[in-house]
């Protein structure tokens, strides 16, 4: 009881309702998402390469989206974005229910990456805008668990309402976000949030924020790397999930597991994880993590189980916590005050891995089957480290140049 006490008081009211909203959203997001492939191989008869250009086109559209409503946010405030992006969620999952057709898909699914990537770079622009800086790998951390809390309960929940209707599941997760984003309008004024994007709304424009990034060599080799792990991570919900389905007695079973799986993993062992690596810093947590990923892969790659997946699982799942919330760090590092949000909604441009993963996994599992593809994105995953580490070199080098002009 003390420690949450303390932790209600540490942190800002407004954090404490977007890790719950992240619980909700995620819960009901991944209900269905995870089981899109799977849902549209069986209603529509796709093959894996068309579904994975359908599932590949939201992380596409959300390259673009991510930066323009991060920069967006910095200029026009918070709330206007993180809103406008529940409501299109509404129509997404409400759609994902009724349609048919593969183009109705496509384009819904590239509403549904415009919407994730409006609203998961501003939500983390305003956690860190309400938090000292020194608490903020903390609270990364703990959002991280808030989303794995929901994708534990989520893909058993979709599995069982599944059982009724394929649809049911699109159509639930479309009015929890309704929900959601009522009660987020309602919490936020609440809050104080005109206080707050009265204090930290910037003058930048979309152009000048996109040359700003543009020259900063740091910030795109941190890109690249993600970008590599994306393709990598990719695979876990769209060539995973077809390759299980369709090669190990009870596959869908399996795969919600598996989702679950990993969520759980991310509870448990995210923050001790955290801890025992904060002393070596972001590189040597993000070193390991893709290690890991590397193992998960070629587990899969091998296993023929239930058995041998969950073990790959659990290893892949422990890159994840590794990986993911220093890499928000990294970024965070980087970015200077008053462009905090342009800086995470430009991080989404790793969303090029998310298009490019679904379809390069797709011809991979389609001509020369899941042994060799998740080899492929064992090593290609391995690459992308050499990304990060040039951008720490090049950003402690400008580091020194800073110290020595000040001098």
């Known amino acids: ?36 492939a799977i849902y549209l191989s069986k209603q529509s008869h796709i093959n894996p390469v068309l579904i994975g250009l359908i599932v590949g086109l939201g992380p596409l559209a959300a390259t673009v989206g991510g930066f323009v409503g991060g920069a967006l946010s910095d200029r026009l405030g918070r ?15 409400g759609g994902f229910a009724m349609v048919k057709s593969p183009l109705a898909f496509m384009l819904l699914n590239m509403l549904n990456g415009l919407c994730r990537s409006l609203y998961e770079p501003v939500s983390q622009a305003l956690m860190a805008d309400v938090t000292e800086r020194e608490k903020r ?10 989303i794995n809390v929901g994708v534990a309960v989520g893909p058993l929940l979709g599995a069982f309402f599944s059982t009724m209707e394929v649809w049911l599941p699109f159509m639930a997760t479309g009015l929890i976000y309704l929900l959601y984003a009522i009660g987020l309008y309602v919490l936020l004024l609440r ?9 930290k709304r910037s003058d930048i424009t979309i152009k000048s924020s996109w040359n700003v990034v543009r020259a900063d060599r ?7 790397g993600s970008i590599m792990g994306a393709i990598g991570y990719a695979q876990m919900t769209v060539t995973l999930s077809q390759y299980v389905e369709q090669n190990v007695a009870g596959g869908a079973a399996l795969f919600a597991m598996l989702m679950s799986l990993n969520a759980v993993v991310v509870v448990l062992f995210q923050v001790p994880l955290s801890r025992m690596f ?9 070193t390991a993590g893709n290690v890991l990923f590397a193992v998960g892969d070629i587990g899969f790659a091998v296993s023929a189980g239930w058995f041998g997946f969950m073990v790959s699982m659990f290893f892949f799942t422990l890159g994840e916590i590794l990986n993911y919330p220093q890499a928000n760090v990294l970024v965070d590092q980087l970015a200077p005050e008053g462009m905090r949000g342009t800086y995470f909604g430009a991080q989404s441009f790793n969303n090029v891995g998310h298009f490019v993963g679904p379809l390069v996994g797709g011809v991979l599992l389609t001509h020369w089957g899941g042994p060799s593809l998740f080899t492929t994105m064992a090593v290609i995953t391995l690459a992308g480290t050499w990304f990060y580490y040039r951008g720490q070199i090049l950003y402690k080098m400008s580091l020194k140049s800073v110290e020595t002009e000040q001098k």
């Open 1 to 36: 009881m003390q420690r949450l006490l303390r932790f209600l008081q540490d942190y800002h009211p407004i954090v404490h309702v977007l890790l719950l909203g992240t619980i909700l959203a995620r819960t009901a997001s991944s209900m269905s998402m995870p089981f899109l």
């Open 79 to 93: 709330k206007t974005i993180m809103l406008f992006a529940l409501s299109g969620w509404v129509v997404v999952f």
């Open 278 to 286: 904060e002393r070596w810093g972001p590189m040597v947590a993000i």
């Open 137 to 146: 790998l903390k609270v990364f951390s703990l959002r991280y668990i808030a």
């Open 218 to 224: 740091v910030f795109r080799y941190y890109i690249g």
């Open 191 to 199: 809050f104080g949030i005109k206080r707050i994007e009265g204090e």
